[in-house]
């Protein structure tokens, strides 16, 4: 039989939550001296994926850095990399992994998102900012964003700027509750109409 049967059979298996037996299959698969290119990237992803899952996140950066090394345009590997990093408060790991996603600009809106989360974390507001802008340039309908920009801009005292992006949030999503508290906390914090 193919390899690609067995990475079939562990994706079935992992997608079963048969963590075990996915782990052994495509740990056979990598150990094999197989010079199926597609069936070890496949496999070496999905044990990224499987450690993620089993939150052993130093393990599932490992797989997802060998992803990255088989396909250096990996975005899912770079994306569950930046994440883990951001998880991990492991900011300037993430920036560098971000840093080659926005390179493959692929889905750059979510990936200025994750910059901007980065760089909120290490209280760098104006960069974070402008993260969201890009992002809202791309994609001017997603309300969270509009609140975090709204957030950003109460950090760096822009009040009317954050009014105005807590306001756009509603627009979009009138339900957003997170965008309607911090408006009305604004309103009342500086008597505004």
């Not at 060998?66 to 990399?81: R, S, V």
């Not at 600009?105 to 960069?127: C, G, R, V, W």
């Not at 009138?174 to 109409?193: G, I, P, Q, V």
Request: include cysteine; charged fraction near 30%.
């Amino acid at each position: 039989m193919s390899l690609m049967y067995y990475v079939d059979k562990g994706i079935r298996l992992f997608d079963q939550d048969k963590l075990n037996e996915a782990e052994d299959i495509f740990l056979d698969i990598i150990k094999s001296s197989t010079k199926d290119k597609a069936a070890i990237l496949l496999a070496t992803s999905h044990l990224g994926y499987l450690y993620e899952k089993l939150k052993q996140e130093e393990l599932a950066k490992e797989f997802f850095i060998k992803t990255m090394e088989l396909d250096p345009e990996d975005w899912n590997a770079m994306n569950h990399l930046a994440f883990l990093h951001i998880q991990d408060k492991e900011f300037e790991k993430s920036e560098e992994v971000l840093m080659k996603m926005l390179k493959i600009d692929f889905k750059p809106e979510s990936t200025y998102h994750f910059l901007a989360i980065i760089y909120h974390n290490q209280a760098l507001f104006a960069k974070s900012k402008e993260c969201l802008k890009k992002s809202l340039g791309i994609d001017s309908q997603n309300d969270d964003i509009w609140v975090e920009l709204g957030s950003a801009n109460e950090k760096l005292n822009k009040v009317d700027d954050a009014v105005n992006c807590y306001e756009n949030a509603l627009k979009i999503n009138k339900l957003n509750s997170e965008a309607e508290m911090k408006l009305k906390n604004l309103r009342e914090h500086y008597d505004l109409n």
